[in-house]
C-alpha cells in the first residue's frame, strides 16, 4: 500500500513555505481555506523540474502540442474518452485566464454569462473584468444542478455564455451523465455557448464517476479549458489549455498569439509530465482524499453536530452549511478577501482559516469552505477547535 502523500510533511515544514495558503494567516491559525494541497510533488514532476534547472532551460514556453497529448492520453486511460482536439487545443496561462479568452472569442462586450451559484468566486470577478455581466441560476437544495432554475435563467436574460464548473466548486458535486445531457440540450434550445472549467476533474472519488462535457452529445460547439493543477498541487507553475468541440475548433484557433506566451515553461514541463507519468501518484493522492472525507464527517459529527456536510462527489473541499451556528453573515457577496459570520468566527475564536462562504455568491452566506487536502493530523486539530467555539 502506498502511503498517504499527506504524511509526509509536518506542521513545521509546512509552515516554511512561502505561498498563499500558509503565508496569509499568523502562525497560530490552521490554514484550511485556499486550494493548494499539503503535499510533495509526484516525483515525475519533480523529475523534470530539476531536470530543466540543471540544464539551466528556463526560457520561453515551449511544448504546447506535447502538453495537449498528454491531456490527450490521459482522457483516454482514465475516462475512455478519445475526444482532445490536440490540433486545435491553444495553451493558456491558467484556467480562469483561458476562460476570459475564450469569452472573448464566443461573446461581445456587455453580454450575459450564467453560472451557477454558489459558484467559485473568480467566476464572478474574471467575468465582470472582462465586461460581462454574471446571471446567476442557483443550484439545487442538494448542492447539484437545478434543471428549471437554468432554463429559466437562459429563457429571462437571453445570455451569450454559460460557464460551469465540473466538479463544481465548492458543493464538490460531479455532474452526471443525464445532467449534462439536460445543459446540453437547453444550450441548444436557446443558443447559448457553454465553457467549462474541468480543472477538478482527475480529482472524482469514490461512489462517483467523472463524464467529459465533450464526450457528451450535443456539445459539439463547447469548450473546456483545464489543466493538472489541481489535482497534482501545481497552481505556481502556470500552464493550462483550451480544447473545443468540432463545432468550435474554428473558435479557438482565432485565439491571439501572444496569449501563448502567458504560461510558464515550468508550468507546461510540470502538467505535461503529471499527464504522462503521474497517475501512480494521483491514485494514492485519492485513496488519502476519500479517507479524509470520511474523517471530516466522523468530526463533524462529534464535534459540529448540527453543521450540514455532505459528503463531495470529487474535489478535497468540504462545503459546510453553519448557519444552525447562528453566527450570522454580513458580508458583501462575491468580496473574496473578506471574512465574515462562520468564517470569522472560526478564524477569531478557534484560529482555523477557512473560506467564506459569502464569497461563493447567492447562495454561500453562512456556510464555509474547508480545505480537507491535509494530514488527518491537521484536520482532527482543526475541526477539535471548531468545535469548542460554539456560540
Known sequence: MVDSPFEQLSVDALRRRTSLKWRTYPPDVLPLWVAEMDVLPAEPVAA???????LGDTGY?????????ALAGFARRRWGWDGVDVDSAQIVPDVMLGIVEVLKLVTEPGSSVVVNTPVYPPFFAFTEHADRRVVGAPLGTDGRIDVAALEAAFRDTAPAAFLLANPHNPTGAVHTVDELVAVAALAREYGVRVIVDEIHAPLVLPGATFTPYLSVDGTEDAFVVTS???AWNLPGVKAALAIAGTAGADDLRRMPEEVSHGPSHFGVLAHTAAYTDGEPWLNALLAALAANRELVGRLLAEHLPTVGYTPPDGTYLAWLDCRPLGFGDDATPGAVADVA???RAFLDQSRVALSSGHAFGPGG??????????????LTEAVT??????P
Not at 48 to 54: F, H, T
Not at 61 to 69: D, K, L, T, V
Not at 385 to 390: A, H, Q, T
Open 48 to 54: 523534470v523540474l530539476r531536470q530543466a534547472l540543471e
Open 228 to 230: 493538472a493543477s489541481k
Open 385 to 390: 477547535r471548531m468545535g469548542r467555539v460554539l
Open 341 to 343: 459570520g462562520p468564517a
Open 61 to 69: 514556453p515551449s511544448g504546447a502540442r506535447a502538453y495537449a497529448e
Open 365 to 378: 452566506g453562512g456556510h464555509v469552505r474547508l480545505n480537507f487536502a491535509t494530514s488527518q493530523a491537521i
